[in-house]
Structures are given as structure tokens and as C-alpha cells.
């Protein structure tokens, strides 16, 4: 099984502060998904990565994918109230499935 | 809205009742999933279908049943749970592509469950 492991736990900013979110893994991975799940709501995809060095961005998120496909990262600039949710990382399971294996997740609270 | 609904949004059941989830998509996706969102876990998938049948069970108890009568619907029908069974069950969906190695799939907001 691949392990996805996501860093920080939590994380408590005040709006406008910066932030740097991590997904790792002891494997390569084909590709890497980003999810945000707001509270009482189910996860929503963000991006998808599957070059290794790419970067992506979606207004004030990036993604990069580590060169060597075995790590991901999300910056957030600016953060605002309405980035606050659960921060997913998802990849294939191995064994080439296509069904993706989730981390744990950070848990990011904006406050104004 | 993402295309995917849950009912009920919420559920209180003691262990000795029997309920069903339901999940609708209206995307035209051909794979459907159940999955289980539990405090400081990853999601863990239960099952997966695909084209109406079955073709992952993660090792569930059989207290969990689930049905997929066609490729816009899938239950998850519930007797005798346990009180660690409480968390939130999430519905997905999926166009299946079984060459690729990624799938983009699209949440419902899931049932939040408590087993007293």
C-alpha cells in the first residue's frame, strides 16, 4: 500500500498570512490530486499533477510536483476566511489500481 | 453542487436498527463509490462499482450492504452496527477510464452517521 503522508496536521492563520501544506510519500506516484473539503461537505478536486517539477496554479493556490513524484506541495498566498477546510492529497493505490489512496489531510482554519 | 446527492444528511440509529443511504449522480459517470470518513483517518474506500457491478470490496464487515441498481444509484443499506461504525460515508462518482491512472471523482456531502 502507498502511503500518502500529509503535513501539518493543523494549521490556525490569521487572513493574509501565506501558507505551504506538504503531501509525501516513500513511493513514486503517477499522478497526485489535490481535494478541499469544506465543513459539511464532501472533498472537491482542486488540481491534478502528473508531470514531476510541475507547477499549477489556481488564482492564490500553487501546486508543485516533486521531481521525482514522490512529493507534492500547496502555497496558498493571501489566505482568506473562505480557504478554511480539510486539504486532501490523493494518488493511484498501487498494484495499478486507478482507485485513489487519500492522506490524512490538513486541517487549515482563516481566521479574520 | 456537485452533481452528487446524499440522503439522509444526517442519521441517528441504535445498534439493533436497520436504515439505507442513498446516493444519486446526475453526471452520467459510470463508476460509483462508498467511502468512510472517520476523525484523524484517512478515507477509507468500502466498495466500488463499476457499470452497475461490483469490483471493490475493502474488506467490509457485512453489516454494510450495498446495492447499485443502476449506474445513477447506490445504497448502502446498514443493520447492527456498532458505535464505532459512526462517521461520515461519503458517495463518489466517476467516468471510469480503465486505462488511465487517474480519475477525477466528484463527492456528495456525505451522511453524517451516529450509532448509539
Known amino acids: 500500500t502507498q502511503l500518502l503522508e500529509q503535513s501539518p496536521q493543523f494549521l490556525s492563520i490569521q487572513e493574509g498570512e501565506n501558507l505551504t501544506v506538504y503531501c509525501n510519500s516513500s513511493?513514486?506516484?503517477?499522478?497526485l490530486q489535490w481535494y478541499r473539503q469544506e465543513p459539511g461537505e464532501g472533498p472537491v478536486l482542486l488540481v491534478t499533477v502528473v508531470t514531476g517539477g510541475e507547477v499549477k496554479k489556481l488564482k492564490r493556490l500553487t501546486f508543485q510536483f516533486g521531481d521525482a513524484r514522490k512529493d507534492s506541495s500547496l502555497h496558498i498566498t493571501a489566505a482568506q476566511t473562505g480557504d478554511t477546510g480539510l486539504y486532501l492529497c490523493?494518488?493511484?493505490?498501487?498494484?495499478?489500481?486507478?482507485?485513489?489512496?487519500f492522506g490524512r489531510g490538513t486541517s487549515l482554519i482563516v481566521h479574520p | 453542487e456537485t452533481g452528487v446527492t446524499q440522503t439522509p444528511r444526517h442519521l441517528v440509529m441504535g445498534m439493533t436498527n436497520k436504515k439505507s443511504l442513498k446516493c444519486e449522480q446526475h453526471l452520467g459517470h459510470n463508476a460509483m463509490y462508498w467511502y468512510k470518513q472517520s476523525a484523524k483517518k484517512p478515507l477509507e474506500l468500502m466498495f466500488v462499482?463499476?457499470?452497475?457491478?461490483?469490483?471493490e470490496n475493502n474488506s467490509v464487515p457485512s453489516r454494510f450492504s450495498p446495492e447499485c441498481p443502476n449506474s445513477s444509484h447506490l445504497f448502502l443499506h446498514l443493520h447492527t452496527l456498532q458505535p464505532e461504525d459512526s462517521a461520515l460515508y461519503l458517495c463518489?462518482?466517476?467516468?471510469?477510464?480503465?486505462?488511465?491512472?487517474?480519475?477525477?471523482?466528484?463527492f456528495g456531502p456525505g451522511t453524517r452517521l451516529t450509532v448509539l
Open positions: 513511493s513514486v506516484f503517477s499522478s
Open positions: 463518489a462518482s466517476s467516468q471510469e477510464r480503465a486505462a488511465e491512472t487517474r480519475i477525477e471523482q466528484f
Open positions: 462499482y463499476n457499470f452497475k457491478e461490483q469490483t
Open positions: 490523493a494518488g493511484p493505490a498501487s498494484g495499478g489500481s486507478y482507485i485513489p489512496t
